[in-house]
């Protein structure tokens, strides 16, 4: 099984879902000639031609639409926002149409798209190359949000999003792309989308976290371990529809509940998993649930200082879960 | 041999037997149209959004579409549009009152969101404008798969042409030069808005120059005028000869919904110049002068038309709602 990064996981769950189902296409600004401006899709043109591989405009409402009228026809579209931060002019798309197709149509019609968009902050991306903007997409029922952590997971994850009979916002952590690396299998495998895995097994709190921050959870579990806190570690990967059982089981176990993320504090998916806690594991739990996230900002400042205070890290995460333990 | 003086009809080969089905289209589309107005007066149906003055513009883009073939994406004026392509009475009167067994969303959707996959109808929101980017990905989607002579129409009312969405994908089907008819129906009116306080130019048509395509005007009460333009329009779509910005000046003889007052924003003047020049007794007027049917057949047509119209109100309004417990069905797959 060859080792890839995170990136090279994307392409190749790009490259071989396509060598395998002609009716997978990529649509996005940059995407065929540069192959993306995170080379996510380098080398497709080549292989699948420009008609499967298609450089759009720059216009986020059309990619993403363009991707829905093609899903009507049976097609099964990848649609690529150059950054989440861009997001926004195609949010109608997503949650008023691609979202809503087969409610609406009482189940006639459907709109197997997926967004990809890279995330997230920590690359001095500032107020628009770094935002989390999960919390968006969340809420509004019709569509799947995944945001895998793993090469292993990206790879499985994207092959079932691309598959999945449902519109899949997919969001890519881009400070992942190239800093981590694992093994993962050629040819074409699906990952579950909707359930957890649990990264690091443990008794004394839970902490639910993903993306970005499942790496920096397990670094700080690590550190905790040595002072005798064991801590398990809970990769949601995905964030709609949200794996109930594996939170609650997980915080019936340790009683302790610490949820982690880069997305902002206010509106964010801690909230739901912190409601679902109380509501469903009250009488299992020893402390109150925390949660940690990034300030209630736009996204980081440019100003290194700035950024460096936005950020999470491990020594934060770990801060936060000795005063859980503690309590 | 064709002449000046050959009728349009004949020019067009349009048979005797597609025009009575025509005229007799319009006729149900205008008197469902009417029960609603009055459906709605009485508390039977929450909401209306009138097609009354559209039906020729509406009849002729149907003409020129292969049926289960083409892609349609309209918008919610297109009543006499749906109903030439295969919806009946009934199933319009089921959608406006929201019974289980309406096609189009099963009593899911306001009123004017037509829908039906077997025939190609494509589901609308009702955020306007924002299905004509579908268009586009659908004539990506015809390339992608290598398929040729399809073609998709969008249609829309010349208030959609000021969106950012209508802008994208006019852009994207110019760039690539896609199989779609960009229909524009315009009656002058968005809501209260005069046409001049909504497009910058005399004619919606004249934007089409931005997007690399063609623009053409008709007189959208002109049925046959209406059909020539779109026909050509959908077959130089289907021969990979690109996109065509198509409008038809109309204008709507109600107001734009039950939920507006149309003498606050024109004046019964106006209204009455334009019932003056209503598309269907243009039509009727036509087919009576040129021998394809008698006014004592159009009042048998009529009559007909209204015994249909009746007998399907009553199947609607009996017609079951669908169950509580279907609300959270077809969110997912």
Request: glycine share 8%; with cysteine.
């Amino acid at each position: 099984m060859p080792a890839m990064t995170f990136i090279e996981a994307i392409r190749s769950a790009l490259h071989d879902s396509m060598a395998a189902d002609d009716r997978i296409m990529v649509l996005g600004e940059d995407v065929a000639v540069k192959g993306g401006v995170f080379l996510a899709t380098e080398g497709l043109l080549a292989r699948f031609g420009e008609h499967r591989v298609i450089d759009m405009p720059i216009a986020e409402c059309g990619i993403v639409g363009a991707a829905i009228g093609a899903s009507l026809h049976g097609l099964l579209p990848v649609a690529e926002i150059q950054f989440a931060d861009y997001i926004y002019p195609a949010i109608d798309q997503i949650l008023n149409e691609a979202a809503r197709f087969r409610y609406r149509s009482n189940g006639d019609w459907s709109c197997p798209i997926v967004v990809r968009a890279p995330c997230g902050a920590g690359i001095h991306g500032a107020l628009y190359h770094s935002q989390s903007v999960e919390r968006l997409f969340t809420s509004t029922p019709g569509i799947k949000v995944v945001i895998p952590s793993t090469p292993f997971d990206a790879k499985g994850l994207l092959i079932a999003a691309i598959h999945d009979p449902d519109p899949v916002i997919f969001f890519e952590h881009k400070q992942l792309y190239r800093s981590v690396r694992g093994d993962v299998p050629e040819g074409v495998y699906h990952e579950p989308i909707g359930k957890a895995v649990i990264r690091r097994s443990g008794s004394d709190m839970s902490v639910f976290t993903y993306g970005l921050m499942a790496h920096y959870s397990l670094t700080a579990a690590g550190q905790l371990a040595a002072e005798g806190i064991d801590a398990e570690v809970i990769d949601l990967r995905t964030l709609a529809p949200l794996d109930r059982d594996a939170i609650l089981s997980s915080v019936k176990k340790t009683g302790r509940a610490l949820i982690v993320h880069e997305d902002v504090l206010t509106g964010g998916i801690g909230g739901e998993i912190a409601a679902l806690i109380a509501e469903y594991a009250f009488e299992y739990l020893d402390a109150p649930v925390r949660r940690l996230a990034s300030p209630d900002l736009f996204a980081t400042p440019f100003a290194d200082p700035l950024e460096e205070h936005f950020m999470l890290n491990p020594q934060k995460i770990a801060a936060a879960m000795r005063d859980l333990a503690r309590y | 041999m064709e002449t000046n003086d050959t009728p349009p009809h004949v020019r067009l080969g349009l048979s005797r037997q597609r025009l009575v089905a025509g005229l007799r289209t319009m006729i149900a589309s205008r008197e469902t149209d009417d029960r609603l107005w009055l459906l709605n007066r009485q508390g039977r149906a929450h909401f209306v959004v009138t097609a009354a003055g559209h039906e020729a513009t509406q009849l002729g883009c149907a003409w020129a579409i292969r049926v289960g073939h083409d892609y349609v994406i309209p918008y919610y004026r297109d009543m006499t549009l749906v109903m030439a392509l295969g919806q009946s009475v009934l199933d319009v009167l089921l959608h406006a009152m929201a019974r289980r067994d309406d096609p189009s969303s099963g009593g899911r959707q306001m009123f004017g969101h037509y829908s039906s996959r077997r025939l190609r109808i494509v589901s609308g929101s009702s955020s306007v404008g924002s299905h004509l980017v579908h268009a586009a990905g659908l004539g990506l989607a015809f390339r992608a798969r290598g398929e040729q002579d399809i073609a998709v129409m969008g249609l829309f009312g010349e208030g959609a042409t000021a969106e950012g969405a209508w802008h994208e994908g006019m852009t994207i089907a110019g760039i690539h030069q896609l199989p779609v008819v960009f229909v524009c129906q315009n009656n002058q009116y968005s809501i209260s808005i005069p046409v001049h306080r909504e497009v910058p130019v005399p004619d919606v048509a004249m934007k089409a120059a931005g997007y690399g395509m063609q623009g053409v005007v008709v007189d959208g009460n002109d049925v046959f005028a209406v059909y020539e333009a779109a026909h050509q329009a959908m077959e130089r779509a289907r021969n990979g000869g690109g996109p065509t910005l198509l409008e038809c000046k109309t204008y709507r003889l109600r107001p734009h919904s039950s939920a507006d007052d149309d003498r606050k924003y024109r004046s019964a003047e106006e209204v009455e110049s334009w019932r003056a020049r209503d598309p269907i007794k243009r039509f009727e007027h036509y087919l009576v002068e040129h021998g394809i049917i008698t006014s004592e057949e159009i009042e048998a047509l009529r009559r007909e038309v209204r015994a249909e119209v009746d007998a399907a109100t009553d199947a609607a309004v009996a017609a079951p709602y669908p169950s509580v417990e279907s609300i959270a069905d077809h969110l997912y797959g």
